[in-house]
């Protein structure tokens, strides 16, 4: 038997071979001819329009910036150059937003804080020498500025878009009076201006106010009110009767109360988010695409994958080359900036030194006191 199937196997193996072969061809055809498809699915999420609604009163929080005037309520006998009576300065606050919301039909209440510079005036000036080698010259003479820090309150009603309102405020503030002087001259090594406090006082005080806001857009608005201030003793000076021994001032102070009226106008700027209508501009919508890899269309990838040099993409589509990034040449030493030749502080200019004290003048001997 076993012989039997020798002699078959001998005499048709050129048959079997040859169906094993052609098997073996039509199979790699097959291979060869059949692409690979990738699908591809890309979802677009839904697009809005945002559109910014203007509530009734601040919601997070909003800036103010104003002018301010303010002077003394009495004018003293013994200011003759009236400095306290006329000036101005600036006023910078945040004010909080609505802090009754479930109330908004009785208006609004907020808080909030702020800072204010005034600035008084400045005496005449006087010539000095402040350097008796050189015989550099200089003019010199006193200023008077005020500021202040404060929290507040206010309480606003609707109606329509104008908005009276009345608050209260509470802070600090104080009288600061410096010595100026400036070379009439500019000098290379000395610097041409400085400033010297020669005295400060200070005070608590509580204020009131009542004003008028009118909404000039959703976020804008123009604010102007009045306030009285009043706080306790301070020390000023007497601007007219100030003696200059030709170095130095000496002051004449005084005391007087804190009564102070203050005017401003100025804008209020709302920084809220405020509430937004939501608009349907799109809908979301998901597309599929399809790709051969074997045929002619080109990779829907290979862009973005030449832009993007992502990891992700090349494994997902290994079978397109990969670019590589070359640092340029200022960063391949690892610094995150380019180096520049130069100092280390980068300026070339050299510090100036500051300017030397007036050098004391003849003494004046002073005035008998009557």
């Not at 907020?110 to 010539?127: C, E």
């Not at 102070?260 to 106008?265: E, R, S, T």
Request: aromatic share 14%.
């Amino acid at each position: 038997m076993v012989t039997l199937l020798y002699l078959y196997f001998m005499k048709y193996r050129f048959l079997l071979i040859l169906s094993i072969f052609s098997l073996s061809l039509n199979a790699q055809d097959t291979t060869k001819t059949k692409p690979k498809v990738t699908q591809i699915i890309t979802n677009h999420p839904a697009q809005y329009q945002y559109t910014r609604i203007a509530s009734d009163y601040v919601e997070d929080i909003a800036l103010g910036i104003d002018y301010q005037h303010e002077s003394f309520a009495s004018k003293f006998d013994w200011d003759k150059s009236s400095i306290y009576q006329n000036n101005g300065g600036f006023n910078v606050y945040f004010i909080s937003g609505n802090r009754i919301n479930n109330f908004t039909r009785f208006g609004s209440g907020s808080w909030g804080g702020g800072f204010s510079m005034n600035f008084y005036g400045d005496s005449k000036y006087h010539n000095v020498a402040i350097n008796s080698t050189n015989k550099d010259s200089a003019r010199t003479r006193i200023s008077l500025l005020s500021p202040e820090f404060y929290a507040m309150g206010r309480y606003e009603y609707k109606i329509g878009n104008i908005y009276p309102f009345f608050g209260v405020r509470a802070g600090v503030k104080w009288f600061s009076t410096s010595q100026n002087t400036e070379t009439l001259m500019p000098l290379k090594d000395y610097e041409n201006s400085t400033s010297v406090n020669l005295t400060s006082s200070g005070s608590l005080y509580v204020a009131t106010e009542i004003g008028l806001k009118i909404r000039l857009g959703k976020t804008v608005s123009f604010v102007t009110s009045y306030g009285i201030v009043r706080g306790a003793s301070v020390k000023l000076v007497d601007f007219e009767n100030i003696q200059f021994n030709s170095w130095q001032f000496e002051l004449n102070k005084k005391s007087e109360t804190m009564n102070i009226n203050q005017l401003k106008f100025g804008f209020l700027f709302d920084l809220s988010q405020g509430h937004t209508d939501k608009k349907l501009i799109k809908e979301a919508y998901t597309d599929t695409t399809l790709y051969t890899e074997n045929s002619n269309q080109p990779c829907p990838c290979c862009d973005k994958c030449k832009q993007t040099n992502s990891s992700d993409n090349y494994q997902n589509y290994p079978q397109y080359e990969r670019e590589r990034y070359e640092p340029s040449p200022s960063y391949r030493n690892g610094s995150s900036t380019p180096i520049f030749n130069g100092s280390g502080n980068g300026s070339s200019t050299p510090s100036r030194k500051p300017m030397p004290s007036i050098s004391p003048g003849p003494s004046i001997p002073a005035k008998p006191k009557s």
